[in-house]
């Protein structure tokens, strides 16, 4: 069971817009940033967005996060079919420990 | 390029040990705080612990405390992860993770983890 809480699926069709939840707790979201991770499928994790809604460099402007209270979403615009992959959020804890959710799998159409 | 490439994985049985290392390059290791996140195959991410540049500030998930010991060698830019009464659900991909950080107010957190090994696997069975 993870912390944070996510869908297990989220599905859409090329060049529609796509958002994925996490859910939390004013220990971790409602305290700390959220940051989200993209795994395509056999690969490592990549990170995608951090501090609420920063991008690295590299990533890009179509991948967009957001937090309100103890929640987040990432957004995602102009589905492409490489986007198909697992997308994890995350947040520090006040027990200064890390907490993932527990993945949401995005199948485009 | 920054890389961390990970090694000590296996197979091991019940009660037994393994420790795991990750060895930095391209990158200035000292500057950085670093972490092992693990994940057990078809499951999610789980993070297992972190450590900070310096060594002074160290943390356990609550699965693994009291059996795994993280530290570091700033003078060989490596990670290490010795692991202790290893159980089945030890089982997982273990990744050396980079801890991006950031500091404001005259202190430093924790932060996003913005580089990440391939891992390796360490399967734990009799």
């Known amino acids: 069971q993870s912390v944070l809480t996510q869908p297990p699926s989220a599905s859409g069709t090329p060049g529609q817009r796509v958002t994925i939840s996490c859910s939390g707790s004013?220990?971790?979201?409602?305290?700390?940033?959220v940051y989200w991770y993209q795994q395509l499928p056999g690969t490592a994790p990549k990170l995608l967005i951090y501090r609420n809604n920063q991008r690295p460099s590299g990533v890009p402007d179509r991948f967009s996060g957001s937090k309100s209270g103890t929640s987040a979403s990432l957004a995602i615009s102009g589905l492409r079919s490489e986007d198909e992959a697992d997308y994890y959020c995350a947040a520090w804890d006040d027990s200064l420990t890390k907490v993932f959710g527990g993945g949401t799998k995005l199948t485009v159409l | 390029e920054v890389q961390l490439v990970e090694s000590g994985g296996g197979l091991v049985q019940p009660g037994r040990s393994l420790r795991l290392s990750c060895v930095a390059s391209g990158l200035t290791f000292d500057d950085y705080a670093m972490h092992w996140v693990r994940q057990a195959p078809g499951k999610g991410l789980e993070w297992v612990s972190g450590?900070?540049?310096?060594?002074?500030?160290?943390a356990y998930a609550d699965s693994v405390k009291g059996r795994f010991t993280i530290s570091r060698d700033n003078a060989k830019n490596s990670l290490y992860l010795q692991m202790n009464s290893l159980r089945d659900e030890d089982t997982a991909l273990y990744y050396c993770?980079?801890?991006?950080?950031?500091?404001?107010?005259?202190?430093?957190?924790?932060?996003?983890?913005?580089?990440w090994g391939q891992g390796t696997m360490v399967t734990v069975s009799s």
């Open positions: 450590i900070s540049w310096n060594s002074d500030s160290i």
């Open positions: 993770v980079k801890d991006k950080g950031y500091c404001t107010g005259g202190r430093c957190y924790s932060d996003a983890f913005d580089i």
């Open positions: 004013s220990s971790n979201i409602g305290s700390n940033f």
